[in-house]
């Protein structure tokens, strides 16, 4: 029986997703567009922001689920920390992400409607990246007078398996593994115009407490995102997000499944400020192509506090 048809003959009595929820990064969610990632910003910069999310559609993010007809509703709530400094004199920052998810989910499955839910806290995910070149660790008075260079970063981004799961439940929130992202990026400023690009591996522990006791593996998952934005005299910005990945294989037991899956998506931001040291951010983001389901219609507003 191969890995498709395994999938099939249990789901007549079960339904399983795992939805990865991605970075909420100042504040993002979804499938990790992150603009101003590798941002110029003063050492010694904080900045709390905490955001809802809402997704439509096939968010089905598990691989080994081929489904093309899975739909979810998802509203998500996310509290994201940032915390800017010096390390050798570079500009360096920490972030952490800890998001909430309610999911409500259905599957027509033979002719018959098969539908379920979860609540709770989905996987942490903690970033920490070094700006390379053009961007020294600077503070705010130094900062003001300092015009930006090309900027080359580094980062790596964990994913913590703190979310919710079950493996013996219909849903899961969380993977219940490790991920770990180590990615490149980009930045250019062009007068009024950041653009920008990043280029990651997603590479992920294993499963070992799988659904039905198996064990789940799975290949490196490749991933390239661009941004461009725009920004006015007030500080207020508009911005075009895409991203591209490639998930890789996984195998059940050893054994792999033979399906891989490509995804585009294409958004836009808009973010106003409030005051000097808050704004509100706005973004979109919807599916231009997809292999294997994660076509999904993505609504996120956050509201951000900047201190020193």
């Not at 395994?6 to 993002?28: A, G, H, Q």
Request: hydrophobic share 35%; glycine share 8%; charged share 15%.
């Amino acid at each position: 029986m191969n890995i498709k048809n395994y999938y099939l003959s249990f789901l007549n009595n079960n339904c399983i997703v795992t939805l990865f929820i991605s970075f909420f990064c100042i504040p993002i969610f979804g499938q990790d567009l992150e603009p101003r990632a590798y941002a110029n910003i003063p050492k010694g910069t904080n900045v709390l922001a905490v955001g809802y999310g809402y997704n439509k559609g096939n968010v089905l993010s598990d691989p080994s689920l081929p489904i093309k007809d899975f739909k979810l509703n998802t509203q998500l709530l996310a509290v994201n920390y940032i915390r800017s400094f010096s390390l050798a004199k570079k500009l360096a920052r920490v972030q952490v992400s800890i998001p909430m998810a309610d999911m409500q989910g259905k599957l027509l499955l033979n002719g018959v409607q098969v539908t379920g839910s979860r609540t709770g806290f989905a996987d942490m995910r903690i970033r920490f990246g070094v700006n390379l070149t053009g961007s020294p660790a600077l503070d705010r008075k130094n900062f003001r007078q300092y015009e930006q260079k090309a900027i080359f970063g580094v980062s790596l981004v964990t994913s913590v398996p703190t979310g919710r799961y079950y493996n013996d439940k219909q849903i899961n929130i969380g993977s219940n593994r490790w991920g770990f992202k180590p990615e490149i990026g980009i930045s250019k400023r062009f007068k009024h115009v950041y653009a920008e690009a990043y280029v990651g591996t997603w590479f992920y522990t294993h499963n070992t407490d799988y659904y039905g006791g198996n064990e789940l593996k799975q290949k490196p998952t490749l991933s390239f995102q661009a941004h461009a934005s725009y920004y006015f005299k007030n500080q207020m910005w508009v911005g075009i997000n895409t991203n591209w990945y490639k998930v890789g294989e996984v195998a059940i037991n050893d054994v792999y499944s033979g399906d891989t899956q490509k995804d585009w998506r294409l958004g836009a931001t808009f973010s106003v400020p409030i005051t000097k040291t808050q704004s509100l951010r706005l973004q979109y983001h919807t599916g231009i192509y997809a292999d294997l389901g994660l076509n999904y219609d993505s609504l996120t507003l956050a509201y951000q506090y900047v201190f020193f």
